[in-house]
């Protein structure tokens, strides 16, 4: 059985040329990413999830999204809309995600579908460029009276 010696003169060397190849490279895109932005009260404003995120210095590009908006206050947990998208691009600092493909909008009182959108979370306003549906989710009391 080789000595305690014998075996760190194999593995100390062995790990620190592993160490000097392994690199990190930010050209590779991150696979299941999430993100959270808080309020100053601790309280969830948005949830992103994406099956790959590939950050730069200012944005990040994802597919796959789904953004959770949530209220910002005490009600916490609950999703005030979603937004569905096959790609966009985040703006982080901005608070600001767009994209040019579809995007599905999801909120207890409408949903809506379109191509070239943004939302803005500062104004928590989506704009929606092109081939808009929006279906109201009301009921209309008496409407045919």
Do not use: C
Request: net charge negative.
């Amino acid at each position: 059985m080789p000595s305690l010696k014998t075996l760190l003169l194999i593995i100390v060397p062995a790990a620190t040329a592993l160490a000097a190849t392994t690199s990190i490279s930010t050209d590779q895109p991150i696979v299941n990413f999430s993100t959270s932005t808080f309020t100053a009260d601790g309280h969830r404003e948005w949830l992103l999830r994406a099956s790959q995120a590939l950050p730069t210095a200012d944005q990040i590009r994802v597919t796959e999204l789904t953004l959770s908006i949530f209220p910002g206050n005490a009600d916490g947990e609950k999703v005030e809309t979603m937004i569905l998208s096959p790609s966009a691009i985040v703006l982080p600092e901005a608070g600001i995600v767009t994209g040019a493909s579809t995007i599905r909008v999801i909120n207890d009182d409408f949903e809506a579908t379109g191509l070239d959108w943004r939302y803005n979370h500062k104004e928590r306003r989506i704009t929606i460029a092109r081939k808009v549906h929006v279906v109201f989710q009301y009921e209309l009391k008496e409407f045919l009276k």
